[in-house]
């Protein structure tokens, strides 16, 4: 209870990537822990935790923004607790103190599995509390975790990344590598089996590193396949996969296997090797496609997505047209097309030949037009088909329609029977295809 006898209540508010997610997951264990419930407004909250991201500094804006909204909130309940986690707050630390005085702690990305104790401290105290490691040699076992979703799961596999690419600050704010024991990580399946859970995802910045930083351990392969092994999950997904480590044992498990689902997202970023090479990519766009040629070979009907920046530094209209071409060829399910904008603290911003504002978006533009047409045009074929989906619930714009996924993650729709339930695994006939959606009717 607070201080006026009521429920105590937590508010999060999360940005960014699925890793952040789960470390919010996470966060909001603890505090159940300690007796509070989720509010659904910061204006009903005891304590509000924001999980910030700075991979963009317009993300970093926005956050700073949404600071700001709950200076108000603390001014009109001074004993509110205010603290801002994860990225953002690893890369800036007390700096965040100085420009908003309001925040009561700041908890860095090594430093998640603290909260309990860090609210204990606050309110004990009512001082600041900076909490902030450089580094963690491994996650704190047994963190209690809230699930938002309750057929789908995050399960980390390991943390930090040492790829340096220089467009990229996550390897400055989320350490090293470190790879969890293949044990922990099955046993935290098992449990997500038994409660229910039908799909997870296996986390990491690169997990195709999974196990590299140390000797003798079990590598990804080994992990994919220990962990189909568990019953009662039914899928198995994983993101993201970094190219230059992807290789046959992986490629070959997937095969095998049960539940790993037949759905490859490997961020290409750019199809020119004097763009790769500048962005540390460890590739050549060769490569990739003889990777891509190997996937198509050992898993017929996989899906192939893929990231792309476009306008980095020094990218001239013929490095561009690589990328238009590789795609063309290539032709992926789907890609997640972005602007390259500066992100300082890494190489990349402040590299000579900057590209205009204009010119990048005319490149977005039509990088988008030909990933589409692609998208429908691969969509279309699987009209007439029947496919495994995956119930997620029902259609956020029509109640009276059901929505799931494909084991190649596509968002499937179709009228609702009143027999299927979320969790199910139903078969449907895709009758129409959209660029980014599937409709059709059960099987």
Same mark, same amino acid.
């Given at each position: 209870?607070?201080?006026?006898?009521?429920?105590?209540?937590?508010?999060?508010?999360?940005?960014?990537?699925?890793?952040?997610?789960?470390?919010?997951?996470?966060?909001?264990?603890?505090?159940?822990?300690?007796?509070?419930?989720?509010?659904?407004?910061?204006?009903?909250?005891?304590?509000?935790?924001?999980?910030?991201?700075?991979?963009?500094?317009?993300?970093?804006?926005?956050?700073?923004?949404?600071?700001?909204?709950?200076?108000?909130?603390?001014?009109?309940?001074?004993?509110?607790?205010?603290?801002?986690?994860?990225?953002?707050?690893?890369?800036?630390?007390?700096?965040?103190?100085?420009?908003?005085?309001?925040?009561?702690?700041?908890?860095?990305?090594?430093?998640?599995?603290?909260?309990?104790?860090?609210?204990?401290?606050?309110?004990?105290?009512?001082?600041?509390?900076?909490?902030?490691?450089?580094?963690?040699?491994?996650?704190?076992?047994?963190?209690?975790?809230?699930?938002?979703?309750?057929?789908?799961?995050?399960?980390?596999?390991?943390?930090?990344?040492?790829?340096?690419?220089?467009?990229?600050?996550?390897?400055?704010?989320?350490?090293?590598?470190?790879?969890?024991?293949? =044990? /922990? @990580?099955?046993?935290? #399946? *098992?449990?997500?089996?038994?409660?229910?859970? %039908?799909?997870? +995802?296996?986390?990491?910045?690169?997990?195709?590193?999974?196990?590299?930083?140390?000797?003798?351990?079990?590598?990804?392969?080994?992990?994919?396949?220990?962990?189909?092994?568990?019953?009662?999950?039914?899928?198995?997904?994983?993101?993201?996969?970094?190219?230059?480590?992807?290789?046959?044992?992986?490629?070959?498990?997937?095969?095998?296997?049960?539940?790993?689902?037949?759905?490859?997202?490997?961020?290409?970023?750019?199809?020119?090797?004097?763009?790769?090479?500048?962005?540390?990519?460890?590739?050549?766009?060769?490569?990739?496609?003889?990777?891509?040629?190997?996937?198509?070979?050992?898993?017929?009907?996989?899906?192939?997505?893929?990231?792309?920046?476009?306008?980095?530094?020094?990218?001239?209209?013929?490095?561009?047209?690589?990328?238009?071409?590789?795609? =063309? /060829? @290539?032709?992926?399910? #789907? *890609?997640?097309?972005?602007?390259?904008?500066? %992100?300082?603290? +890494?190489?990349?911003?402040?590299?000579?030949?900057?590209?205009?504002?204009?010119?990048?978006?005319?490149?977005?533009?039509?990088?988008?037009?030909?990933?589409?047409?692609?998208?429908?045009?691969?969509?279309?074929?699987?009209?007439?088909?029947?496919?495994?989906?995956?119930?997620?619930?029902?259609?956020?714009?029509?109640?009276?329609?059901?929505?799931?996924?494909?084991?190649?993650?596509?968002?499937?729709?179709?009228?609702?029977?009143?027999?299927?339930?979320?969790?199910?695994?139903?078969?449907?006939?895709?009758?129409?295809?959209?660029?980014?959606?599937?409709?059709?009717?059960?099987?």
């Amino acid at each position: 209870m607070n201080d006026n006898g009521k429920q105590k209540k937590y508010h999060t508010i999360t940005y960014g990537c699925q890793m952040n997610e789960n470390d919010t997951e996470r966060l909001a264990g603890q505090l159940r822990a300690l007796g509070y419930e989720e509010a659904d407004r910061p204006a009903d909250a005891d304590v509000i935790l924001i999980n910030t991201c700075c991979v963009r500094e317009s993300a970093e804006k926005k956050i700073h923004g949404k600071i700001g909204e709950l200076k108000r909130l603390k001014a009109g309940n001074p004993n509110l607790i205010i603290g801002v986690a994860g990225c953002m707050a690893q890369k800036d630390r007390d700096k965040l103190f100085k420009r908003a005085p309001h925040i009561d702690f700041v908890l860095g990305t090594h430093n998640i599995h603290q909260l309990g104790g860090i609210i204990a401290e606050i309110g004990q105290a009512r001082g600041r509390v900076l909490a902030v490691w450089d580094q963690a040699e491994r996650l704190a076992p047994g963190v209690p975790t809230i699930r938002k979703n309750k057929i789908a799961a995050w399960l980390p596999i390991m943390y930090g990344c040492n790829n340096f690419c220089t467009y990229c600050i996550v390897p400055y704010v989320r350490g090293r590598e470190r790879s969890r024991p293949l =044990e /922990e @990580v099955v046993g935290e #399946a *098992a449990e997500l089996a038994a409660q229910g859970f %039908r799909e997870i +995802t296996l986390l990491g910045q690169n997990v195709n590193s999974y196990g590299k930083d140390e000797a003798g351990h079990a590598d990804f392969a080994d992990l994919l396949a220990a962990v189909d092994g568990v019953e009662g999950i039914a899928r198995i997904r994983y993101m993201t996969s970094h190219p230059r480590d992807m290789n046959a044992k992986v490629i070959d498990t997937i095969r095998r296997s049960r539940h790993v689902c037949e759905h490859f997202h490997l961020p290409i970023q750019a199809g020119s090797d004097a763009v790769l090479q500048a962005m540390n990519r460890g590739y050549t766009a060769a490569a990739y496609r003889e990777l891509v040629a190997e996937i198509r070979a050992a898993v017929p009907g996989a899906s192939l997505t893929t990231d792309i920046i476009v306008g980095f530094p020094g990218e001239t209209d013929e490095m561009f047209a690589d990328t238009l071409a590789l795609v =063309e /060829e @290539v032709r992926f399910d #789907a *890609a997640y097309t972005f602007l390259y904008s500066q %992100r300082s603290g +890494t190489p990349a911003a402040t590299m000579a030949g900057q590209i205009p504002l204009a010119v990048k978006k005319e490149r977005l533009k039509r990088l988008m037009d030909l990933q589409n047409d692609i998208s429908l045009d691969i969509n279309r074929g699987l009209v007439g088909t029947e496919t495994e989906v995956l119930v997620e619930g029902e259609s956020k714009n029509d109640a009276n329609k059901m929505m799931g996924r494909t084991r190649a993650n596509k968002i499937v729709i179709w009228d609702r029977t009143g027999n299927e339930q979320t969790g199910d695994l139903v078969t449907v006939t895709i009758e129409t295809a959209q660029t980014w959606v599937l409709k059709g009717k059960l099987a």
